[in-house]
């Protein structure tokens, strides 16, 4: 069976994840390509050499332009801070090798149109970081829409809240830097943007507040000294839908309590679908019509009929978790590699994502609506 050489930059929360999943896809995806675990690169060569060594792969760098050149890998994953995306996707690209990169793809947008035309040009599969639609009942989701169970749908509902920034003592880091981009509206906003447009289409105009609410934090924990937060802690968006419905998007960092609320409640006039990460084997479906005595949500349930559910086990209710859909992730990309395909989301739909981004930047700045270009 055909192998393909994988490499990783960065062995944070992301690049950790990327480890699992590669090392877990083949068990999972018996007839896609196999991925040889060949090499990763961090800061330093201590900390490539260590996560090497816990995650089985076979050699490790700390300059991550070792694997550019390097004949052996033909995947090179991207989990590193904002601000390198760029740079390390065009070398990757440049030499052949086929992407994966997490979001956003880079801190501007005529950049990461860049990055786009370049992965085109060279004619190599790229995949963006939004696994959370790897999940078999959000593809069940938007089965039911296409195929007209909902009737013509009416509203959107979408939010991406979790509170690991909502402590203003909480010091300042890379995740804030201006120089990355913008705040939460691209680190949790791109999600559930990529959410709602993977179930209904593209959205055509976005009417937006977004806001800093912690005006500074400390450049240590503890220190005395304070830097200014220019980014963004919070994003209240109406959009419009390509397809004639409205709704609403919601991002929020500080969202006291908060863990992983990655959710939307989607309604039609023949029903409707909610769902939430934090019960990410739920699908809740309201069918309208029924009788008013007994009506109510219907909860659907994982289980293996919900395919690729069955791939990681055959008993229904026994639950999949965050790094089983990175698996499904990394399974369908390498899938798509060699068989000539596209898996997707690839980089241009992380562009088109992050155009609603900044549309909804401009449109909160101008205190408009702003037409997504």
Not at 34 to 42: G, K, Q, S
Not at 292 to 308: D, L, M, V
Request: glycine content about 12%; proline content about 5%.
């Amino acid at each position: 069976m055909k192998e393909l050489g994988i490499g990783i930059i960065g062995t944070g929360f992301m690049g950790k994840a990327h480890a699992f999943a590669y090392r877990a896809a083949l068990a999972a995806f018996p007839d896609i390509p196999v991925p040889r675990l060949e090499m990763i690169a961090d800061v330093d060569a201590a900390s490539a050499a260590k996560a090497a060594h816990q995650y089985g792969f076979a050699r490790s760098s700390g300059n991550w332009k070792d694997m550019i050149a390097d004949p052996k890998i033909d995947v090179i994953s991207i989990t590193t801070p904002n601000t390198l995306h760029k740079d390390m996707a065009l070398a990757a690209i440049a030499a052949g090798k086929h992407v994966h990169c997490e979001k956003p793809l880079s801190p501007s947008l005529g950049e990461s149109l860049e990055m786009v035309e370049a992965a085109e040009k060279r004619g190599v599969n790229t995949q963006v970081g939004f696994n959370y639609i790897k999940n078999p009942l959000l593809k069940l989701a938007r089965e039911m829409v296409e195929a007209g169970e909902l009737g013509e749908i009416t509203g959107f509902r979408g939010i991406h809240a979790e509170d690991y920034m909502h402590d203003p003592e909480g010091p300042w880091t890379w995740r804030i830097d201006p120089s990355g981009g913008p705040g939460v509206i691209a680190d949790l906003g791109s999600h559930i943007i990529g959410m709602a447009r993977f179930l209904l289409g593209e959205i055509a105009e976005v009417s937006a507040d977004v806001r800093t609410v912690v005006k500074s934090r400390p450049v240590a924990r503890g220190a005395a000294e304070r830097k200014d937060v220019l980014v963004d802690d919070v994003a209240r968006i109406l959009v419009n839908f390509g397809r004639g419905c409205g709704g609403t998007i919601e991002a929020n960092w500080i969202a006291t309590g908060r863990k992983m609320q990655l959710g939307f409640e989607l309604t039609g006039a023949k029903g409707s679908l909610v769902f939430t990460q934090e019960r990410l084997n739920e699908l809740l479906f309201y069918k309208a019509g029924q009788d008013p005595r007994t009506s109510g949500y219907t909860k659907i349930e994982a289980g293996p009929q919900h395919y690729p559910y069955g791939q990681f086990c055959v008993a229904g209710g026994h639950e999949l978790g965050f790094n089983d859909l990175k698996t499904i992730e990394m399974g369908e990309f390498l899938s798509a590699i060699g068989k000539g395909q596209t898996s997707g989301p690839g980089f241009r739909e992380a562009y088109e994502i992050q155009k609603v981004v900044e549309a909804a930047i401009d449109s909160s700045k101008a205190r408009n609506w702003v037409k997504v270009a």
